[in-house]
Structure formats: structure tokens, C-alpha cells
């Protein structure tokens, strides 16, 4: 995409809907489609909402039902958070279960709550700050990779970077020094399997599943030797439930271990890709980024309330995942009957909400398809329906980890963006894979330069 220079805001939309109320269902796109489970369902998504708007309904042939796909922001409100209760996540955590077992991402229910309730601690701000040194040190690691790069041959693979990266700090974050014994053990770190895999499918879930064998091998290394660590793992052990006092199994913990391995790893990578690449293509905003950073200069060991104080910076990172949210789609299906824009949704409807189609809605956004860190501009924002932005969904089940993957990408932007200059040579759109993250679906090599 090439650079293009920010249009004027247009005036505040309306956000308004009118109330219909219909036995009839949602209009339907006419070619069915096997929604989720296909390279093609971002672009049919698009398609049919450009098509058919804010409610309609896919036929997908393998499972014998029509797939509802909501992208009103009230919509969104309602199933994720007004009635939350009369639904489960369906199908798309179907498809994820084989990789991360009954950890808190896929499991519902009163085993859910539970859970939820016992790690919730460990993802406050107070104690993800006290991840800082780990993530100053992998950075670090970065900056000598990059400026070795910028002095050889001046060309960088940042998807390949930035995953490394957040590969490592979850991994140190969850495992502490544990995690170096391991790979000395083994003589390789195992989890880097997890950068190999280049495509999401059965056969990548079945080898990261291997894994949970080192997983177990670090809680028992761990239960056997557990005074005075500080790492998510161990906070994971001595997590408590406040009604009954019990703890996790080990087998539970090998679960949310896993899935924190996943959800806290290529969401995270993912997110600095796209944003290294909308730098790299939008140089104004890129200048505006490292103004803002040379001002504040190193933040050595930055507290969250530094980091979150760099208005434009923050700006910019809303605003590349809008365009690219990793979690491009949440799939939810309905235990009772609902109401869904005035239409009855039936006991057991898949109910689909795209973060992708939300952060373009026309009616919502003033540029939907431009790339201008504008739109978090404080009045824009609070002109704006709330539900309109749900990178990291919302209601009871929204990402845990939101504070923590804010606070990486937020502390690396200050430590990278003062040191290095991004070009993309090739300046063309890449094309996008939309499986369970929505990332690229090649590496991204870009120039790259010290400043
Ligand atoms: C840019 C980074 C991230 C994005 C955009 C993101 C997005 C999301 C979204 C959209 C969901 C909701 C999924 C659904 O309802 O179907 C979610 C759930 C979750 N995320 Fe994240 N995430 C990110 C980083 C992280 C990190 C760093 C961790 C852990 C360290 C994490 C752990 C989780 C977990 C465990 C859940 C399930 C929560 C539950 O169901 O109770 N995420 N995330």
C-alpha cells in the first residue's frame, strides 16, 4: 500500500440504529461457505458485509447450519457483555482445543470461572511491570541482532524478529531460569518448534502438543524446588481458589501454561509486524512516533503508567490493530433463544463477531480502510460507540493478557523506534493469513537503518 496522505477527519457519525423487530431471520449471503475453516473466510466476510451489512447469515455446508455474523456495535455489546451468559464460544475454540487443552481459552463453565478467578492476579499491571528487566533484556537481544543488520546487508526479517521476541519474553516470563536449565539440558530450546511451523494447521497443533512433556517436566522441576521465584508458573502453583481453597493439578497447569504459550506468543509477534509495516509505509506517522520517543528518551525500566503516558505512540498502536486485529474472529454460540437486531436467533446459532469487519465499519470509523493514528484522537474516541474497538474482545472473557501484551509492545516501541529507521523496499500490501491470528502470510523483510 503506498503511502497516502491523511484525509481531513469527516464530521461524528451516527451511531444510531433503528429499532426493527422480526420473526424473519438475517438476510443471507447466497453462495454457502465454510466459514473459519478456510484461507478465503476474511475475504467472503468482507464481501458479504460490504454486501448484505451489520446482521446476515452464511451457510456452511459442513456443519448443516447457518453461521450469524453480527457487526453492529451493539450487537457486539449485547452478546459479549449485556448476555453474555446465553452463550459459549462454539466452534472456533473447536478448533484450538487440540492445541491447548482445557486451559482458560477454551474451557467454559464453572471450571472456567474458576480458573479465570485463580490467574487473574497474576495479570496486574503492578506485577507485569515486574516483567521489565526480562523484556529490556530481549530487546537488548534485538537491538544487537538489528544493528548488526543495519551494518551488514542493511535488510531485516522483522516477522521473524519480532516473533523470536515475543517467543522469549513469554517464555522467560512463564518459566524464569527454569527455562535456561531446560535448554542446557536438552541442548536446544524446544519451544522454538514453535517459530518452525510457518502454517497453522492439525499437524503444527499435534507437535506444539509435544511440548506439554517439557511442561511437565518444568512444573515437576519446579514443585521440587519452589522458594523465593517470581514468574507467571510459579504464581500459577500457589494460586488458590477463594472459595475452597484448592489449587491447580499439574495437569491443569500444564493446560494454562500451554495456552498462555499461544495466546501470549503470536498475538503479541503479530501485532509488532503489522505495526513495523504500517511504520515502514506511512513515513509522516513513523517521524511523528520517534519525535515522541527521542523526547521521552529510555525508559530503562519504564512502570506502566510511563508507558501509557506516550499518547501518540499508544495512538499508533490502536490504530494498527484496528486495521489488523490478531483475534480476527470471535465465535460464540448461543445456549438459549436471543435477540439479535430485532431478529430471533435460535437456541444453538452460531453467532460469529469479526474484529476485522467491527474496526472498518463504515458508520463507525472516518477512515475505515486509512491508516491514521487520528482515529484515537481523544474527541474521536469519545464520539465513537465504545463497542466499536475490540482488539482484545470484551465482557467476562476478554483477553487476560491485554495489560501484559500492551506493556511488551509499548516497551519495545521505546527502546527500538529512538534506534532504528523501517523502509519497506517493496511497498506492497502483504497478503494476509486469517487462521486462528490474523498475520501475515509471508515474512515481511524490510530495510533497515540506525538512526
Ligand atoms: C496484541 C496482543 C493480544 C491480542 C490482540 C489478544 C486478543 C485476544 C482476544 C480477542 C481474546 C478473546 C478471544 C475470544 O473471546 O474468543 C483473547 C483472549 C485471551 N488472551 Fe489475548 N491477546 C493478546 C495478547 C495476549 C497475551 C500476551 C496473553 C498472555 C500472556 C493472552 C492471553 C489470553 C487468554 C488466556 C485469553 C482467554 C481468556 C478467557 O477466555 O478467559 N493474550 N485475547
Redesign the pocket.
Known amino acids: 500500500m503506498p503511502w497516502v496522505p491523511c484525509d481531513p477527519p469527516l464530521p461524528p457519525v451516527n451511531t444510531g440504529r433503528p429499532k426493527i423487530t422480526s420473526a424473519t431471520a438475517p438476510p443471507s449471503a447466497l453462495q454457502p461457505h465454510e466459514l473459519g475453516s478456510t484461507d478465503e473466510s476474511i475475504v467472503v466476510l468482507r464481501r458479504t458485509f460490504d454486501e448484505l451489512g451489520d446482521l446476515f447469515r452464511i451457510h456452511v455446508p459442513s456443519r448443516g447450519t447457518s453461521t450469524w455474523v453480527a457487526s453492529h456495535p451493539d450487537d457486539v455489546k449485547h452478546v459479549l457483555v449485556t448476555n453474555h451468559r446465553n452463550y459459549t464460544?462454539g466452534v472456533?475454540i473447536d478448533r484450538v482445543r487440540l492445541l491447548l487443552g482445557r486451559?482458560?481459552?477454551t474451557s467454559e463453565g464453572e471450571f472456567?470461572r474458576r480458573q479465570?478467578r485463580m490467574m487473574q492476579p497474576a495479570f496486574h499491571r503492578r506485577v507485569i511491570e515486574r516483567y521489565a528487566s526480562i523484556v529490556r533484556e530481549e530487546n537488548e537481544s534485538l537491538g544487537a541482532e538489528w544493528s548488526a543488520a543495519a551494518h551488514g546487508t542493511g535488510s531485516v526479517n522483522v516477522t521473524l524478529s519480532v516473533s523470536r521476541l515475543a517467543l522469549r519474553i513469554?517464555l522467560r516470563a512463564l518459566f524464569d531460569d527454569d527455562l535456561r536449565q531446560l535448554v542446557t539440558d536438552l541442548d536446544h530450546n524446544p519451544f522454538v518448534a514453535i517459530l518452525q511451523g510457518a502454517r497453522r494447521d492439525t499437524r503444527f497443533a499435534y507437535e506444539f502438543r509435544q511440548l506439554a512433556r517439557e511442561v511437565k517436566a518444568l512444573v515437576a522441576i519446579r514443585r521440587a524446588r519452589p522458594q523465593g521465584r517470581f514468574d507467571l508458573l510459579q504464581l500459577l502453583l500457589d494460586a488458590r481458589d477463594a472459595d475452597t481453597g484448592e489449587t491447580m493439578s499439574d495437569a491443569e497447569v500444564v493446560d494454562e501454561v500451554m495456552?498462555?504459550v499461544v495466546?501470549?506468543h503470536e498475538?503479541?509477534a503479530s501485532?509488532l509486524n503489522w505495526t513495523w509495516w504500517l511504520l515502514a509505509t506511512h513515513p509522516a506517522v513513523a517521524m511523528r512516533l520517534a519525535e515522541e520517543q527521542y523526547a521521552v528518551g529510555d525508559l530503562g525500566l519504564a512502570s506502566y503508567a510511563d508507558l501509557i503516558r506516550l499518547p501518540y505512540t499508544r495512538q499508533v498502536v490502536d490504530e494498527s490493530?484496528r486495521l489488523y486485529?490478531?483475534?480476527w474472529l470471535?465465535?460464540r454460540r448461543s445456549i438459549g433463544p436471543d435477540t439479535l437486531g430485532g431478529h430471533a436467533v435460535p437456541p444453538g446459532t452460531d453467532v460469529f463477531i469479526s474484529?476485522y469487519l467491527v474496526h472498518r465499519h463504515p458508520q463507525h470509523w472516518s477512515l475505515p480502510e486509512t491508516f491514521d493514528p487520528g482515529h484515537f484522537d481523544p474527541a474521536q474516541v469519545e464520539a465513537r460507540h465504545a463497542f466499536a474497538y475490540i482488539?482484545?474482545?470484551a465482557g467476562p472473557?476478554?483477553?487476560?493478557?491485554?495489560n501484559?501484551?500492551l506493556y511488551?509492545?509499548l516497551l519495545h516501541c521505546n527502546l527500538a523506534v529512538r534506534r532504528f529507521q523501517l523502509t519497506d523496499p517493496q511497498p506492497v500490501q502483504p497478503a494476509l493469513e486469517a487462521r486462528i491470528n490474523l498475520r501475515t502470510a509471508g515474512d515481511v523483510h524490510m530495510r533497515i537503518e540506525q538512526r
Open positions: 464460544k472456533g486451559g482458560i481459552m472456567w479465570r513469554i495456552t498462555l495466546a501470549g498475538t503479541t501485532t490493530m486485529p490478531p483475534g470471535l465465535t474484529p482488539p482484545f474482545a472473557r476478554h483477553c487476560i493478557g491485554q501484559f501484551s511488551e509492545i
